[in-house]
Nanobody, 119 residues
């Protein structure tokens, strides 16, 4: 079993900054990637950013230069730091962990946390 705890989020004015944190615990064996996704009502969940363990980091074009992903591998924790926030960044944000071990892939999601950008 894997437990996930997300924190951060909330209401911020346009142009402001906000941080999200997500910690995975339990049966974590081999992390392939960690990342963040977001979803707004009526739309599909979309990738915000993903970091491949020991490999590249990718960002959605809409957040490049404004959002930064980081990880603390010792704590199985992933962070998202968001700057110059825009109203269109308003969404529920989900952290994600993909684990690959002995030919089996598993994906775990955070519970989702609301980020609202509004004046």
């Amino acid at each position: 079993q894997v437990q996930v705890v997300e924190s951060g989020g909330g209401l911020v004015q346009p142009g402001g900054s906000l941080g999200l944190e997500c910690t995975f615990s339990g049966s974590i064996i081999s992390i392939y990637a960690m990342g963040w996704y977001r979803q707004t009502p009526g739309k599909q969940r979309e990738l915000v950013t993903i970091n491949i363990s020991g490999g590249p980091t990718d960002y959605a074009d809409s957040v490049k230069g404004r959002f930064t992903i980081s990880r603390d591998n010792a704590k199985n924790t992933v962070y998202l730091f968001m700057t110059n926030l825009k109203p269109e960044d308003t969404a529920v944000y989900y952290c994600n962990l993909e684990q690959r071990h002995e030919g089996t892939a598993s994906t775990f999601w955070g519970q989702g946390i609301q980020v609202t950008v509004s004046s």
